[in-house]
């Protein structure tokens, strides 16, 4: 990052700037530029930009459940009315925003403590962080299906763990009850994501001055007071980073509640992502579940926004 | 990455230094929460049926066996044909994307990264905020542009549909790399008399290989890990990848645990050795941009 916006700064090498001149001389100046990015333009327009006009189209209409456009009903803003005014989009909101904390905050302040105990050197570090993020790396499918297996209410060994330790008399149905299928579900995705915390801030942990630390302890520091005021501060940018993509991560899950609950019992595990699949695949109310997607994307351009406020946040300094 | 490992000097002598052993006690509850799960993921894999539908479960496998994964490994039965079907599909749609998707962002790339024409910033924040859309809300518009264009039902359908979370990230994690190439180089090229596009194809190509190559693993295991493109495009079973292709045929009759844990392992391993081989272009290209070098 750095190096781009040194070259900002300075006279870039290739191509010509005319500061004079006009937006569109500037354009025509630069056209062999814009060869390099057509390609990937062109993929973007068909797949992205085309799906989302697309979609805020589709919202405004009732569609048929047959899936043939041609017969869909402009119906203004009814779709919108009916998502927000429904009770179960208030009661999948609340668990949204549940999953979404509680996957974010844990795996944060998992990773961070396993990227500052793997920080100092010794035997094995190199395997445990592999081993570490394995789960990070498999599919969410595999996740959900292994843990499906070990929450399984007759033979899962979860159940039989804490029946034998004398925790519960009986194995508890993690999965079928309403009361503990978002948690157990929330337990899943930490598995599979906190890793990703790690090794974030491990790379952060990397970017901390040593003679920082070893003037702190000079200075009579202890270990805690070296982390709060040396170490952690420097960690702010990537931690930002860190948590912004989390949220986002958690925020756009599907794999998990869909594979492990289908979204049940009685929608308890659906989230905002599940209940827009099941109303558009399931029930084939495209209309209604266009418009949840356009809320949806409201939502992610605020997120979309501090995103980019940052990772650009360091280069406005220096700039 | 190299500087990972470099060590951090031992700070404390103290005769207990308290916060080191709760990092311990830290990591080793860390490493069993990660551990335990795959490991009863293998264990239950070499059970029989018989064996792992027991209440206490059996904590060992008292007569382990192999015969799950010879099952899904034999062309000549029913199940281990589709298995390796699906293994296949999941291998060719995987790599064909990452082909794609490296071939159409590396110039990109390379563009956002050298050159500063008119729109550029906007263009490049567009293709970064799309990394924060799910697939969910893209799929009711791309089912119908998919059926439009006939290809549902194709692996064209999921390549063309993979591009749109693999081109954004591709062309973030490249554009990360050729910052950090130094531009003197290309300068360098120039002055001896080398075109624009010569000196991007000599220099700067070959010190790229090692981002083309954390690119390629990030989006070849996006792609082998997707799942719900395949699930709404794909109806027909010799078309099935592998994580649509596992829920298919073992929720049929009554769930084959072993079975299932066994397909899950096979379908882990490709994914997890790539990462294991290239765990320092992995990590690089995970960390790339939130991290200022």
């Not at chain 1, 979204?263 to 579940?289: E, K, M, N």
Request: zero cysteines; aromatic letters at 16%; a positive charge.
């Amino acid at each position: 990052m750095s190096i781009a916006t040194q070259q900002a700064a300075s006279p870039p090498a290739t191509g010509t700037v005319q500061k004079r001149s006009g937006f569109l001389s500037r354009i025509v100046a630069h056209r062999t530029d814009y060869l390099y990015v057509l390609p990937a333009l062109i993929v973007m327009l068909v797949v992205i930009a085309y799906p989302i006009y697309y979609t805020i189209e589709l919202s405004f209409f009732r569609t048929p459940p047959n899936l043939q456009m041609r017969d869909k009903v402009w119906t203004g803003i009814d779709n919108y009315v009916r998502v927000l005014s429904s009770p179960v989009f208030h009661e999948v909101t609340i668990q949204t925003i549940i999953w979404t904390l509680a996957s974010t905050v844990i795996s944060f302040l998992l990773g961070l403590g396993a990227a500052l105990s793997l920080h100092r050197e010794f035997v094995g570090r190199g395997l445990m962080r592999a081993l570490l993020l394995i789960p990070y790396v498999i599919s969410a499918v595999a996740a959900s299906y292994v843990w499906k297996w070990l929450y399984h209410s007759d033979f899962g060994v979860i159940g039989a763990i804490s029946v034998q330790l004398g925790i519960t008399a009986e194995p508890i149905n993690f999965l079928d009850n309403r009361q503990t299928v978002l948690a157990s579900l929330i337990v899943v995705n930490i598995w599979k994501e906190f890793s990703f915390a790690m090794v974030m801030l491990m790379a952060g942990l990397q970017t901390v001055p040593d003679q920082l630390l070893r003037a702190a302890q000079v200075d009579g520091a202890n270990t805690w007071n070296r982390f709060w005021h040396v170490t952690f501060p420097h960690l702010k940018g990537v931690s930002m980073v860190t948590v912004l993509l989390l949220m986002v991560a958690n925020f756009n899950s599907f794999i998990i509640p869909f594979v492990m609950t289908g979204g049940g019992p009685a929608d308890a595990s659906h989230i905002w992502i599940t209940h827009i699949y099941q109303l558009a695949f399931g029930r084939q109310q495209w209309g209604v579940a266009s418009a949840y997607a356009v809320i949806l994307f409201i939502v992610m351009m605020f997120l979309g926004y501090f995103y980019v406020k940052a990772l650009t946040r360091g280069d406005e300094a220096r700039a | 990455m190299a500087a990972i490992e470099t060590a951090q000097r031992p700070v404390v002598r103290k005769p207990i230094d308290w916060w080191r052993w709760a990092g311990r006690v830290f990591l080793t509850f860390l490493m069993l929460f990660t551990v335990l799960p795959m490991a009863w993921m293998i264990l239950t894999s070499v059970k029989s049926q018989f064996a792992a539908m027991q209440y206490p479960p059996q904590w060992w496998p008292s007569e382990p066996t192999l015969n799950n994964y010879f099952k899904l490994l034999d062309p000549t039965n029913r199940i281990g044909r589709e298995f390796l079907r699906y293994f296949w599909n999941s291998f060719y749609v995987s790599l064909l994307t990452t082909i794609l998707g490296v071939v159409v962002a590396v110039p990109a790339a390379y563009a956002f990264s050298r050159f500063r024409f008119p729109g550029r910033t906007f263009l490049f924040f567009s293709v970064l905020v799309r990394n924060m859309f799910p697939a969910v809300v893209f799929l009711m518009p791309l089912f119908l542009l998919m059926r439009w264009m006939g290809l549902v039902n194709t692996h064209g359908s999921l390549i063309l549909t993979y591009l749109t979370f693999g081109l954004p990230l591709s062309i973030w994690l490249l554009k990360g790399f050729y910052d950090n190439i130094p531009i003197q180089l290309e300068q360098a090229a120039r002055i001896d008399g080398a075109t624009r596009f010569q000196a991007f194809i000599l220099i700067v190509m070959p010190l790229s290989s090692p981002g083309i190559i954390a690119t390629s693993i990030f989006s070849f295991i996006g792609a082998w890990n997707e799942y719900v493109y395949a699930y709404t495009f794909l109806s027909r079973d010799d078309q099935m990848t592998l994580p649509v292709g596992i829920q298919r045929f073992f929720t049929e009759f009554a769930t084959d645990w072993p079975g299932l844990m066994s397909a899950t392992f096979l379908m882990s391993v490709p994914v997890v050795v790539l990462f294991l081989v290239l765990q320092k272009y992995f990590v690089r290209a995970l960390t790339e941009g939130a991290v200022k070098h």
